[in-house]
């Protein structure tokens, strides 16, 4: 019996900090999750990475960060409008960017050699952070928190305390009632089912009817939108924007992408909070240092023994 | 072990003993308990309606999908014997050499119709290229053996009639072409298996005509055994020394051309219910 | 831009419509991003600066060039030709002026207080300019057949070959020469050797993704692993570039088998992911394994390369020799350079000699025949995994070559060489270049990494333009620049195929 309370009791010390990381991890994943959607509906209709997601995700974040500094010049203070404000403008205009990349650099590209997309997204990812380092500077810009505060969760004898920030409650509920809303829109409405249709057979799909060109634009500006969100919570979160974070949150979204099973939604979800949680674990149990080679390295056990990803379909190949 | 196989040791001119052969795809049994025995110097076709599980019989023999329950044993040169649901898919090319060919056709499109005849001989030029590395500098007996592929390519070419064409991308031929093409390059492996899937499909009377006293020459020079996917029934049982019918996975007859022609469970697969009346 | 409208009513209001719908677009894209420019002030606070002006310009240019441009791809010549011209003129002009610093530069109006800015949309009037005269000639050669789009797409096959044949000697005669002509000085020199390098590298890199058809994101890790390898050996046990040459190759080598072994079964976007994640986590180790790597910092004092045994020091240590004195010369820094250009220039023609031997061998078909059908490869009896796994292990091999001759010209190396970005280039490189096509992946490396070198003076825009001079030739040609494909053997020879090609 002693060893059993012996280990209840350390169970009680560590659960705080447990806590604690998974809190972070959730929030984290979250932000990668929403990103992680366009890369993975992107591949799953047009087979591409669009290797400049991550950069639409950090105009995004500039974007919103603006309408933030526009409605302290406006006098608008009142939280929930801002946040409101910030949302709908920093997605209708990120969508945009969104709708132009695919308009200027795939479509032109689509059904030729495979690799040319893939290339021109990385030009236009090199574009994209240049122009935004032009037009915005390249210094980092700081964002003052617009929600602080949070709940106490647990704490720990010797004064640790594991807190819920209502700013991280934010990000996870508006995460969850987004990929509620998301998969309505794929699973009833008839974009969704063109979507589905294009991501079979893209040919089959224009021959019954389906607008081939306006279904994959619609992609691109959802994927955009999704990631304008994340843009927007990470300008609140950590609040410190410059040109070139849409890099290191691509590839981590991207990762999270195929993880998850690249082409599946829930797939991109699930695979964003994983790397979430991984990031945050690690750099609280060992060393933030080597957070992303965590990360990398489970990805590609994963991918060793589930070649399609956690919930990708397993693709047999015909013969 | 050895016992065992002794006591059913097989007739001498038995090439591929396949002994029942069941394949699954989640609820759907593709093939059911299948058994039967492709010889030697014969042409064994294997027919059946769409969706019988023809091509999913192939590719267990070479090794595309392992088999959830049966044996497919192939007897060698030399005594040897292969139990191909144990093997990769590679290895059953490599080592038990069975060779087929596809029934969408899947040629090296972007490289020549010579290069293509000269990847099929990639393992025996790849040994006497000493893995490449004496290759790289010219090695004679590289020269030698690389001049031999050559030559037997050439061989193929000109009994499939493409001599002309060898130049040529392998994506820019007719259909017809692409289809004898692809029979010389599954012959360029030298095996002692050859599996048709469907080598007549889309070729004109004429072509279909050309195909059969091809597919019986390499049958009586080679010596080879020969599987034969087929749905036009004139070069079915035109050619076959031996048919088996599958019918959702299940084989349903199996003998000669006429025993077949005859068989009333055949006709109703092939006519439905109907049939019978 | 395939049916040519009767009247050009019709195509003057599908123009005014795209360029409405435009006005739209960049007006959203421009509004809060160039209309809003942040500002950090003292404090840490936030404010902006309106540029609302720069915001109006793009809204009234950018449409009019859409407008011009949907004329003239519709086949209506003299307005976008006129006006293209126009404004081709007077705003290169104006930038030229501009960047020279002319004092009439002042008194032009012009849309943006930035040279570069209005050099930029003087490319689009180019762009303009060139449509015009194209949908000209679209329109006077009527609808075009099936027939003459192969016969183009078999001319430009064929102008390809040749250009590849006749480019190839030329560029190499052009940069052994260089260096002795008077355009051969010490900067051109030394920009040479950079984009040599990236030569070799787009030649090693091709191996694998031209030749073998693997999506490998992560080449520039061999890359490091080639340039710390010669760094250690260097300091810690006091070799020579010479001597760690093919060590540095053979753990580059090394590596490639080691990630290659579990991951090539996977398929090609996996395959990339986990490449990417590979080159990362190099990087991630050389930066903070601060007692092996020197962390972000990197390691310095790396011996500089030597002519086998002779260093280039100005002054030698007492009793030895050096370059100069050895071959009793006066001391100039240019030797160093130029031996390094050459050094470079062999060893990227031996990566490119034994890429060509490679190819017409057994194993060289193999890659190809992998990278077009893998499935019918296995009916062949072909190991993937083991083909796959050469090409890898060869191609990071060339890179872990070229790795170590970089640490020998820098002499020093640090993480921040071997960032993703440098793994894009080189992918890019390999595919503007043409897939497989050896003489074009030379001419992209020389494009892509000659531009940004002659455009240093262009700081902040070096790299947006090298963006979208990527994206530009990627829709130019997405094949890539030299996009051909020479069989490995011939059976008739070159004459008799060309018959064969136009009797069929
Ligand atoms: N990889 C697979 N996954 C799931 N089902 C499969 C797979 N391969 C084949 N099947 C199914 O197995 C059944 C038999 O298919 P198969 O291709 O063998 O038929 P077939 O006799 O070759 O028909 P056909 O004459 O049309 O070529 C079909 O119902 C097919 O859908
Ligand atoms: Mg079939």
């Known amino acids: ?319 | 072990m050895s016992a065992a196989m002794a006591a059913v040791s097989p007739a001498a001119d038995t090439l591929l003993n396949v002994e029942r052969l069941t394949m699954r795809f989640g609820g759907l049994i593709a093939i059911n308990d299948v058994s039967f025995v492709a010889k030697r110097r014969q042409i064994t076709g294997i027919i059946g309606p769409n969706g019988a599980g023809k091509t999913t019989l192939f590719n267990c023999i070479t090794g595309f999908y392992k088999p959830t329950v049966g044996r497919l044993t192939l007897h060698g040169d030399a005594g040897h014997t292969y139990l191909l649901e144990q093997m990769d898919g590679f290895r059953i090319g490599q080592k038990a050499r069975v060779a087929r060919t596809f029934q969408n056709i899947r040629l090296f499109t972007g490289m020549s119709v010579l290069e293509n005849l000269m990847v099929a001989q990639h393992n025996k030029l790849m040994l006497a290229s000493g893995y490449t590395v004496l290759g790289l500098f010219g090695w004679p007996s590289f020269r030698r053996a690389e001049r031999d592929a050559r030559d037997k390519a050439v061989h193929w070419l000109e009994k499939t009639r493409l001599i002309g064409v060898a130049d040529q991308p392998a994506g820019s031929l007719p259909y017809g072409d692409q289809r004898r093409l692809e029979i010389a390059r599954a012959m360029c492996t030298d095996p002692i298996m050859l599996c048709l899937d469907e080598p007549a499909a889309g070729l004109n009377p004429r072509e279909s005509a050309d195909l059969n006293s091809l597919l019986l020459s390499i049958r009586d020079e080679f010596g080879i055994g020969l599987l034969l996917i087929e749905h036009d029934m004139s070069v079915v049982m035109g050619i076959s020394d031996h048919i088996v019918v599958l019918d959702y996975g299940r084989k349903i007859a199996e003998g000669t051309p006429l025993d077949i022609r005859n068989d009333p469970a055949v006709i109703r697969a092939y006519l439905g219910e109907d049939g019978q009346e | 831009m395939t049916a040519v409208p009767s009247t050009s009513a019709p195509l003057v209001i599908q123009a005014a419509k795209e360029a409405a719908w435009t006005i739209l677009v960049v007006g959203l894209l421009s509004f809060l991003m160039v209309g809003y420019q942040t500002e950090v002030l003292q404090g840490q606070q936030m404010s902006f600066v309106n540029r609302f002006g720069d915001v109006i310009w793009a809204m009234v240019l950018i449409p009019i060039g859409r407008f011009l441009l949907v004329l003239a791809r519709g086949g209506l010549l003299l307005p976008p030709a006129v006006l293209g011209g126009i404004a081709t003129l007077y705003l290169f002009g104006a930038a030229v002026l501009g960047l020279a610093g002319s004092p009439l530069y002042g008194q032009l109006p012009l849309p943006y207080d930035q040279p570069m800015v209005n050099a930029i949309f003087g490319v689009g009037a180019v762009f303009i300019l060139a449509a015009a005269i194209k949908g000209q000639r679209d329109r006077r050669r009527g609808a075009q057949t099936l027939e003459m789009r192969e016969a183009a797409e078999a001319r430009q096959a064929r102008i390809a070959r040749n250009m590849s044949s006749i480019l190839g000697p030329i560029l190499i005669v052009l940069a052994i020469v260089i260096p002795w002509t008077p355009w051969g000085d010490r900067a051109v020199v030394d920009s040479l050797v950079l984009v040599m390098t990236y030569v070799m590298l787009g030649w090693g890199l091709n191996i694998v993704v031209g030749l073998a058809g693997l999506l490998d994101l992560g080449y520039v890790a061999f890359y490091a692993v080639g340039a710390y390898t010669y760094a250690k050996l260097s300091i810690a046990l006091g070799f020579t570039f010479w001597e760690s040459l093919p060590i540095a190759g053979a753990l580059a080598a090394l590596f490639g088998v080691l990630l290659g072994f579990p991951v090539l079964r996977l398929r090609g976007d996996y395959l990339a992911i986990v490449t990417l994640g590979f080159g990362e986590i190099i990087r991630i180790v050389l930066i903070n394994w601060q007692s092996f790597t020197g962390g972000p910092n990197g390691l310095g004092n790396i011996t500089r390369i030597d002519f086998f045994g002779l260093p280039f020091e100005r002054n030698p240590a007492p009793g030895t020799e050096s370059f100069h004195t050895f071959f009793g010369l006066e001391f100039a820094s240019t030797h160093r350079v130029f031996f390094l250009y050459y050094v470079i220039i062999v060893l990227a023609l031996i990566t490119n000699f034994v890429t060509i031997r490679l190819r017409k061998m057994p194993i060289g078909r193999a890659w190809e025949a992998l990278r077009e059908d893998e499935t019918a490869c296995r009916a062949l009896g072909i190991n993937p995994t083991n083909t796959k796994l050469t090409a890898f292990a060869i191609g990071a091999m060339f890179a872990g070559f070229a790795g170590s001759f970089f640490a020998a010209r820098q002499g020093f190396v640090s993480p921040e060489s071997f960032t993703f970005i440098e793994s894009a280039v080189i992918l890019a490189i390999v595919v503007l270049g043409g897939m497989g096509s050896q003489v074009g992946v030379a001419l992209a490396a020389l494009l892509l990494i000659g531009l940004p070198e002659v455009l240093r003076d262009l700081s902040l825009y070096r790299m947006l333009v090298f963006g979208g001079v990527m994206v530009l030739i990627m829709l130019w040609r997405p094949k890539g620049l030299l996009a051909y494909r020479e069989p490995t053997l011939l059976l008739h020879g070159r004459r008799k195929r060309n018959k064969a090609g136009v009797q069929s």
């Open chain 1, 1 to 319: 019996m002693e060893w059993l309370f012996e280990l209840f009791h350390q169970v009680n010390y560590e659960l705080p900090k447990f806590v604690q990381f998974l809190i972070v991890g959730l929030t984290l994943g979250s932000i990668y999750g929403l990103i992680a959607i366009g890369y993975t509906m992107v591949y799953g209709i047009i087979g591409m990475i669009n290797f400049a997601h991550g950069d639409i995700y950090m105009i995004g974040a500039f974007q919103a960060m603006i309408v933030l500094l526009i409605c302290g010049t406006l006098g608008i203070s009142w939280v929930p409008l801002q946040l409101l404000l910030m949302l709908v403008v920093a997605v209708a205009l990120t969508a945009a960017y969104g709708w132009s990349v695919e308009r200027i650099a795939y479509r032109p590209l689509r059904g030729t050699q495979r690799l040319a997309p893939l290339i021109s997204a990385i030009g236009m990812s090199i574009f994209l952070q240049n122009y935004v380092q032009l037009v915005q500077g390249p210094r980092p810009k700081p964002v003052e928190p617009v929600i602080s505060g949070g709940v106490t969760v647990l704490t720990r004898a010797d004064g640790f305390v594991a807190q819920l920030g209502y700013l991280q409650i934010v990000i996870v509920l508006l995460t969850v009632a987004l990929m509620a809303g998301f998969t309505l829109l794929i699973t009833r409405t008839s974009l969704g089912r063109a979507q589905r249709a294009c991501e079979q057979d893209m040919k089959m799909a224009s021959l019954l009817g389906v607008n081939v060109d306006r279904t994959i634009s619609l992609t691109f500006v959802m994927g955009a939108g999704l990631a304008a969100v994340a843009g927007m919570m990470v300008t609140l979160y950590w609040g410190n924007n410059d040109f070139h974070m849409g890099f290191n949150a691509g590839i981590k979204a991207f990762t999270a992408a195929v993880l998850g099973g690249i082409g599946s939604l829930p797939g991109a979800m699930l695979g964003g909070v994983l790397i979430g949680l991984i990031e945050a674990f690690w750099s609280g149990y060992f060393t933030a240092e080597y957070k992303d080679v965590a990360a990398f390295s489970i990805l590609v056990l994963v991918l060793i023994f589930r070649p399609t990803g956690l919930l990708g379909r397993p693709e047999v190949e015909k013969v």
